[in-house]
């Protein structure tokens, strides 16, 4: 069966530090996958998204960039931390436009 | 452009009794359209989806859901509620083409009184 991992699954990072938070799937190949971040009381905001080794999109202008390295791993990754991109983080992947979520990184920058 | 609008923020409910989350959406074809279910902490687990066919869907955890097209609505319900399912619900709508990609609601609250 297919699984999503998340790691860390908590981080508290200074105003200005770099960041990176790494998603991997088992069981499926070639899947899409999404980063996501969710704040209180806005629902889920998608950041980027992938739908091969390469291949990203951005959804919003900001702060934060990703990466596809392998077909089943996806990183999100800043150079310089703001106090805006505190938040709850989930990677997921997709297949037959089902989508699966990880269990979340809870980011604190301060 | 895709939109999906739950207009509760936070309903409460008591255990035993039924449940109905209301979800409208916005979207210029036939829309993909889903329910999650998030526990505090916890990443979102699909509780049933709707793709075309019969409009009463089935899912996990005794829920269902009814899509009317002529309302716009995907209405999660629940006949008989039990203190696990206080979580947060979200309903979602799926876009076409090869991304895949949901746009989701801001999210129900949901609290369960003994």
């Known amino acids: 069966s297919q699984t999503i991992h998340q790691w860390p699954a908590t981080l508290v990072q200074p105003v200005g530090s770099p960041l990176s938070l790494e998603c991997t799937v088992e069981g499926t190949s070639n899947p899409n996958l999404y980063w996501y971040r969710q704040a209180a009381g806005r629902g889920l905001q998608l950041l980027f998204y992938s739908v091969g080794i390469g291949q990203i999109s951005s959804e919003v202008p900001q702060n934060l960039s990703a990466s596809r390295p392998q077909d089943r791993q996806f990183i999100l990754s800043s150079k310089k931390l703001l106090l805006s991109d505190s938040g709850f983080y989930l990677c997921?992947?997709?297949?037959?436009?089902?989508?699966?979520f990880g269990p979340g990184t809870r980011l604190t920058v301060t | 452009a895709q939109s999906v609008t739950q207009p509760d923020i936070h309903i409460t409910v008591s255990e035993g009794a039924s449940l109905e989350l209301r979800c409208n959406y916005s979207y210029g074809a036939t829309p993909y359209l889903f329910w999650y279910v998030q526990s505090p902490g916890q990443g979102l687990q699909l509780l049933l989806k709707?793709?075309?066919?019969?409009?009463l869907v089935q899912g996990i955890k005794g829920f269902e859901a009814e899509f009317k097209r002529s309302q716009s609505s995907f209405n999660l319900r629940k006949p008989s509620v039990h203190w696990s399912d206080a979580a947060e619900y979200f309903c979602?709508?799926?876009?076409?083409?090869?991304?895949?990609?949901?746009?989701f609601g801001k999210g129900t609250k949901l609290t369960v009184n003994p």
């Open positions: 979602a709508v799926g876009t076409q083409g090869g991304s895949e990609k949901l746009v």
């Open positions: 709707y793709f075309s066919g019969d409009t």
């Open positions: 997921a992947w997709s297949v037959n436009r089902e989508q699966y």
